[in-house]
């Protein structure tokens, strides 16, 4: 793979809307040839016999299955509210907007 030129950096840095000075268009074309020497280099290791994977150990489910329990009733919850409206918590206003209900 050829290495990345200052141009290519200055036209990547254009695109993404950054200001480089030179000197950071020559340490980011090093940096950026380094990136892509290293993909290159894991594209070679990548083999067709390798199934493509997420992770470099299975994953397995540990969640427990949703068992339906008892809980609390609206007005049990609401019991120690200090203040309640339309059977839910009532907080003070802490934005001085006006929302749309």
Same mark, same amino acid.
């Given at each position: 793979m050829a290495a990345? #030129? %200052? $141009? $290519?950096v200055a036209?990547? *840095? %254009?695109? #993404? %809307?950054? *200001?480089v000075t030179e000197e950071e268009l020559? !340490?980011?074309a090093g940096q950026l040839d380094v990136i892509l020497q290293s993909v290159a280099q894991v594209g070679e290791v990548a083999a067709a016999?390798?199934? =493509? !994977?997420?992770?470099? /150990? =299975?994953? !397995?489910n540990v969640l427990r299955e949703d068992? /339906? !329990? =008892?809980?609390l009733t609206p007005q049990e919850a609401l019991s120690g509210a200090p203040d309640v409206a339309e059977q839910r918590f009532r907080v003070p206003r802490?934005?001085?907007e006006? /929302? *749309?209900s």
């Amino acid at each position: 793979m050829a290495a990345i #030129s %200052r $141009e $290519e950096v200055a036209h990547l *840095a %254009r695109l #993404s %809307r950054l *200001a480089v000075t030179e000197e950071e268009l020559d !340490t980011f074309a090093g940096q950026l040839d380094v990136i892509l020497q290293s993909v290159a280099q894991v594209g070679e290791v990548a083999a067709a016999d390798i199934p =493509p !994977t997420s992770h470099s /150990v =299975p994953l !397995t489910n540990v969640l427990r299955e949703d068992v /339906v !329990t =008892p809980c609390l009733t609206p007005q049990e919850a609401l019991s120690g509210a200090p203040d309640v409206a339309e059977q839910r918590f009532r907080v003070p206003r802490i934005l001085d907007e006006d /929302v *749309a209900s």
